[in-house]
Structures are given as C-alpha cells and as structure tokens.
C-alpha cells in the first residue's frame, strides 16, 4: 500500500485525506527505483544468505539465484531448511538462528546481518515463497528427485494458492505421495509433534510417553474404505465427525502407552491433548477445503469471489499425508531410508 511506504508524520498527514476519498487502499506505482531495490533485496539472499542456511542444515546448495533456490538435504533437516530460507526471506528470525553466521535484527524489519559486512536488504514480510520438495529413497536417481521437485513447487503455487510447501515422496515400492500445505497450516507443527512423540523413550523415568510407530499405517488402513480421494456422497462435516471417531480409535490402540503415562504423568498429558488438537486442527482445514473446493466446482453456486488471503486449500485426501511423510522421513532402524 501507499501508505506503509510513508513515514509516521506523513501517513498521519495523508491518511485522512485518503479516507475522506475513500482510497486508503491506494497502490504504490512501481516505478524504476522500485524495481532496482527489490532487485537487490533478491541478490542478497541468493549472494549471502542461502548458503549458510542450507549448511546449517548439513545440506548443499546446488543454485541460487534471486528468489530460485535448489539445494540437496538430509530428509530429516529438509522442511527446517525450508522454514529458515523462508523466514530469513522475509526478514524473520528463524527458530534456530543460533546455528546459523547471521543475525536478524529485531529493530530493523526486513534486515539480515551476514557475511557482507553490513546490514543486507531483503524482500520483507510482505513477501513469501512456495517450495517444492521431492523425498526419495537415497537410490533414487537424482534427475528424477530434482523433476518432481520443480513440479511439487509448481504446486504449491497453482494448486495450495502460492505462499506454500508441497511434497512429493518416491518410496522403493513406487507409490508415490504428493500433497501440500500454507505455511501456517496445523500440518507442519502436527509432524513435528509426531517425530517427538514416536523418538520418545518407552517409559523409564516416568516422562517418557510413547507413539507406535505403526500409527501412521494403522490409521491410513483406516482411513482408507472411506476412499478420500473420490469424490464426496456425504457433506465433508459428516465425514469430519466419523474421522474423529477413527482417528480417538487409532490413537487409543496405537498409543496405549502415552495415554497410560498421560494418566500419570502432566508432561504426558499435555502431549496427548497436544496430539489430538494438532490432528484435529489439520482435519479442520482439510475440512474446510474440501467444501470450498466443492464450491467453487459447482457452477449453480453462488458465492463471491474469495480473495488470496482468504482462499482456502487441501483437501480431505490429504489428512493423512502428513503422517505418512513423517514416518517415512524418520523411518527407525531396519526401515527404509
């Protein structure tokens, strides 16, 4: 907007002179000197920030350059990695900044001190980025990974309204999982809560509450008589209430041993109620995007134009993703890696 470009005693000046006219809204012109700053906002972080970041994370950077980055990462650091590239993108810390050559200022938005030796200019918080990312056996070939890798980021944009991740997973037996999500979305939170509760200690101390790693399976069995991925003979809040149902049940047969220390135990309390929360806000936004997405393909519906901000995305097909990937990523001894 226009007025987020001004100083303090100019947009106190302006601003009530817009609303008398009613364009507070008012569009800043994209004049040349515009274009040249983003420009440079671009080529800092593809000169001095991806790199360090994509280190950080044990990876390799294979390209950089404005906005387009390509790098190679352990499975289990890939989605980390992405959330700091995107955070440092838009000019926020990142969770683990401590492990990374630079430093975000809190006082300057839109700032990051690296290895140039003076404040770097980046895009800021109105930006964002879609990624893509492929996660495949370590036998895969490579070409593949980085094709479907590039095609998973031409979904998120198209498909998850841009300001997205997408995934795309190779395993050996051939089945391959695509899905995806906004980056605010209870599904990357959700995952990580997964990994923590499946790594956890069977009970030794008394806080080591415990998630089957087969509940990611079991509850994919589950789930799929109900055939998802088809199209809908009942309201997808129908079908909500009935996945409740099997996921309570999933978690009562596959997590026996963090519902016994829940009993017990706050520590493990808080972890059960936290998985069931995250499971249920996820399910809500599949939810969610199934109906809009039934609404926008019937042409008798009447109903405005939702805008960017407000689109919703998913689809009750990807509930279970996320559990899937999860497993897969962080597959325990004997498995597949």
């Known amino acids: 907007r226009f007025l987020d470009q001004l100083s303090k ?8 002179i817009l609303k ?38 044990g990876g390799e950077l294979i390209y950089a ?14 989605i980390p990695c992405a959330q700091a590239l995107r955070a440092v993108f838009r000019g926020e810390k990142p969770k683990n900044m401590a492990d990374m050559p630079l430093n975000v ?8 001190n690296a ?5 770097l200019m980046v895009p800021g918080t109105k930006a964002d980025v879609s990624i ?26 198209q498909e998850y309204d841009r300001g997205a991740i997408a995934f795309s997973l ?41 998630l089957s790693k087969r509940f990611p399976y079991a509850l994919a069995g589950l789930l799929q008589a109900y055939q ?14 009935i996945l409740i149902r099997e996921v309570d049940h999933v978690i009562s047969r596959q997590g026996s041993e963090l519902i016994k220390e829940a009993g017990k135990n706050p520590q493990a309390q808080k972890l059960h109620e936290d998985l069931r929360n995250m499971i249920l806000a996820w399910l809500g936004e599949c939810v969610a995007g199934e109906e809009d997405y039934q609404r926008r393909a019937d042409p008798l519906a009447q109903s405005d134009k939702q805008s960017p901000e407000n689109k919703v995305v998913g689809r009750l097909r990807d509930f279970i993703q996320p559990f899937l990937t999860e497993t897969f990523i962080n597959r325990g001894p004997g498995g597949e890696r």
């Open 9 to 16: 005693p100019a947009r106190a000046y302006l601003e009530p």
């Open 20 to 57: 008398t006219h009613k364009c507070t809204e008012l569009r800043r012109l994209l004049s040349p000197s515009y274009h040249l700053q983003f420009s440079e906002a671009l080529a800092n972080f593809a000169t001095w920030l991806a790199a360090p970041i994509v280190e950080a994370f």
């Open 65 to 78: 350059g404005g906005d387009d980055v390509l790098a190679m990462l352990p499975a289990d650091q890939a």
């Open 105 to 112: 200022s809190d006082d300057e938005d839109g700032f990051v």
């Open 115 to 119: 290895g140039a030796g003076y404040p």
């Open 132 to 157: 893509g990312m492929a996660i495949g056996h370590f036998q895969a070939p490579l070409q593949m990974l980085v094709k479907e890798a590039q095609a998973a980021e031409r979904r998120a944009k």
């Open 170 to 210: 190779y395993k050996r037996s051939g089945e391959i999982i695509q899905w995806g999500c906004k980056w605010n979305s209870a599904a990357l939170p959700l995952m990580r809560h997964l990994e923590q509760l499946s790594n956890s200690p069977e009970q030794e101390s008394g806080d080591g509450a415990y």
């Open 228 to 241: 998802l991925e088809r199209k809908m003979t009942i309201k997808p809040r129908e079908m909500e209430e």
